[in-house]
């Protein structure tokens, strides 16, 4: 297999948040994060630039340093997200009027809830998702 296309299974998984056991500390490295929450480490930072309720703390030497809420933040991210089906944007927007349960979900017209539909639509924004990352990496190369 490709270098580039190695699975890595600890990241390959989507489990359910509600299975996440999140130990009793008080700051969490990016890493421990990635594990516990099955997100590699780049995608926490790619949904710090895109959602602006996560916001790790860094300490003296630039390393972030999430606290429970972040990391309660992340995990209901990945919901949204990956269990839910939100785009990035209807997520945000989830996250920032919590009140409105299914505020993205609502905003899909009735005749368009189709399966078919729905898997157009996921595929955008899984699309605009992948562009977004491809823009950070490469601003980095």
């Given at each position: ?7 890595n ?98 905003a ?16 955008r ?17």
């Open positions: 297999m490709p270098k580039g296309l190695r699975s299974a600890r990241h390959a998984s989507h489990a359910p948040s509600a299975e996440i056991n999140i130990p009793d500390r008080l700051y969490f490295r990016i890493g421990e994060v990635s594990e516990l929450i099955a997100i590699k480490a780049y995608v926490l930072r790619y949904w710090e630039s895109e959602f602006p309720m996560l916001k790790p703390v860094k300490n003296s030497a630039g390393r972030r340093l999430y606290r429970r809420q972040d990391l309660e933040i992340a995990i209901e991210i990945k919901r949204l997200l990956y269990e839910k089906g939100y785009t990035i944007e209807g997520a945000r927007k989830q996250l920032a009027n919590p009140r409105e349960p299914e505020a993205a979900a609502s899909i017209p009735k005749g368009a809830r189709s399966e078919g539909a729905l898997d157009a639509q996921h595929l924004a899984i699309k605009r998702e992948l562009e977004g990352i491809l823009t950070i990496l490469s601003s980095k190369c």
